[in-house]
Nanobody
Framework: QVQLMESGGGSVQAGGSLRLSCAVS????????MAWFRQAPGKEREGVAGVNRLSTFDYAVSVKGRFTISKDNAKKSLYLEMNSLKPEDTAMYYCAARYCMRSEGVTWFEHDYNFWGQGAQVTVSS
């Protein structure tokens, strides 16, 4: 069973930065496509950033240019660097993983992801 554990959430003022980490317990991390999702109170969960096996990245329009997703296969970890944070970025952030083929691209559909972390709260004050 693959387990994901997020860390690094917290509270910050608008314009500030935070870095989220996701540690993944699996022997074949390199065979997974990964993504970050977020869910604000009263809203549906939405995709934020994703990466496939070939390290092709994709971002939601709302975070492009401000957020950077990265992964370290040796450390079996996924990261999300968040800069120029806005109050509307306030949400619970989730790390997600799915076993994928080498040729697959990044997907934003929740149901495509089999494994989820417990979430990390990010709060941005104005």
């Amino acid at each position: 069973q693959v387990q994901l554990m997020e860390s690094g959430g917290g509270s910050v003022q608008a314009g500030g930065s935070l870095r989220l980490s996701c540690a993944v317990s699996t022997y074949d991390f390199g065979n997974y496509c990964m993504a970050w999702f977020r869910q604000a109170p009263g809203k549906e969960r939405e995709g934020v950033a994703g990466v496939n096996r070939l390290s092709t990245f994709d971002y939601a329009v709302s975070v492009k240019g401000r957020f950077t997703i990265s992964k370290d296969n040796a450390k079996k970890s996924l990261y999300l660097e968040m800069n120029s944070l806005k109050p509307e970025d306030t949400a619970m952030y989730y790390c997600a993983a799915r076993y994928c083929m080498r040729s697959e691209g990044v997907t934003w559909f929740e149901h495509d992801y089999n494994f989820w972390g417990q979430g990390a709260q990010v709060t941005v004050s104005s």
